[in-house]
C-alpha cells in the first residue's frame, strides 16, 4: 500500500513556504523525498532514517516521526526552481525492503 | 557517464506486440528496482532485485510482465501481448543494498502501445 501525501497540489509565490506531509499505514524504516520535473526522472533529495531525525538541504529541509509514520518536508523561502512534484518513498520496518512511493504533491512556484 | 541507463527511450508498438526494455544500473550497485509511472501519479512498484535474485514482484503485474536480471548487472523488463493500457513511462533504478541509501533513477522508457 502506497504513502499518501498531501496536499496533492500547491501554488506558492515566489519566497513563500510550503510543507508537504507523508503518511503511511507501515512502520517505517526509511523515508526518502524525491522532486521530479516534468518530462524527467526523479531526483534525490534526501533520506531520513527512523529516530526521528530531522534533515536540512539548502533551504530544503525535512522530519520523520517514528511514531506517527509520518514525515515532512519544508520549502522555505521558496524559489523558481522548485517546481516539480515531490514524491516521498518509503521502506518498511518489516520483510521485504522494496521502496515505494507516494501519490505526488506538486509545486508550482510563480514569479 | 556512470548513470543508469535505460534503453530505449522511447518506444511505439501496435498492440499485441511484445517490447523488451533494458536497463544498466551504476556498476556497483546491487539492488534494481522497476517502476511503471503513468501521467500525473508516482512511480508504481513492479519489481526489484538484489543482484540476481528477483526479490518481490508487484501483485498487481500481469503474468505478461518478465524482469531477468541474469548476472546481477544489466536487467531487461518484457511485456508481452502489449495493450493499450501499458502505455506508461517504465523507470528503473539502482542503489546500494543498504535500505540508507538513495535510489538512483534512469531517464526511463516511454511506452506508447498504439
Known amino acids: 500500500q502506497q504513502p499518501v501525501q498531501s496536499p496533492q497540489a500547491v501554488i506558492l509565490r515566489e519566497g513563500e513556504d510550503a510543507v508537504i506531509n507523508c503518511s503511511s499505514s507501515k512502520a517505517l524504516y526509511s523515508v526518502h523525498w524525491y522532486r521530479q520535473k516534468h518530462g524527467e526522472a526523479p531526483v534525490f533529495l534526501m533520506i531520513l532514517l527512523k529516530g526521528g531525525e530531522q534533515k536540512g538541504h539548502e533551504k530544503i529541509s525535512a522530519s520523520f516521526n517514528e511514531k506517527k509514520q509520518q514525515s515532512s518536508l519544508y520549502l522555505t523561502a521558496s524559489q523558481l526552481s522548485y517546481s516539480g512534484t515531490y514524491f516521498c518513498?518509503?521502506?518498511?520496518?518489516?520483510?521485504?525492503?522494496?521502496?515505494?512511493f507516494g501519490t505526488g504533491t506538486r509545486l508550482t512556484i510563480i514569479p | 557517464d556512470t548513470g543508469v541507463s535505460q534503453n530505449p527511450r522511447h518506444k511505439i508498438t501496435k498492440r499485441g506486440q511484445n517490447v523488451t526494455f533494458r536497463c544498466d544500473p551504476i556498476s556497483e550497485h546491487n539492488r534494481l528496482y522497476w517502476y511503471r509511472q503513468t501521467l500525473g501519479q508516482g512511480p508504481e512498484f513492479l519489481t526489484y532485485f538484489q543482484n540476481e535474485a528477483q526479490l518481490e514482484k508487484s501483485r498487481l503485474l500481469s503474468d505478461r510482465f518478465s524482469a531477468e536480471r541474469p548476472k546481477g548487472s544489466f536487467s531487461t523488463l518484457e511485456i508481452q501481448r502489449t495493450e493499450q493500457g501499458d502505455s506508461a513511462m517504465y523507470l528503473c533504478a539502482s542503489s546500494r543494498q543498504e535500505s540508507t541509501t538513495e535510489a538512483f533513477f534512469g531517464q526511463g522508457t516511454r511506452l506508447t502501445v498504439v
Open positions: 518513498g518509503t521502506i518498511s520496518n518489516f520483510g521485504n525492503e522494496k521502496l515505494t
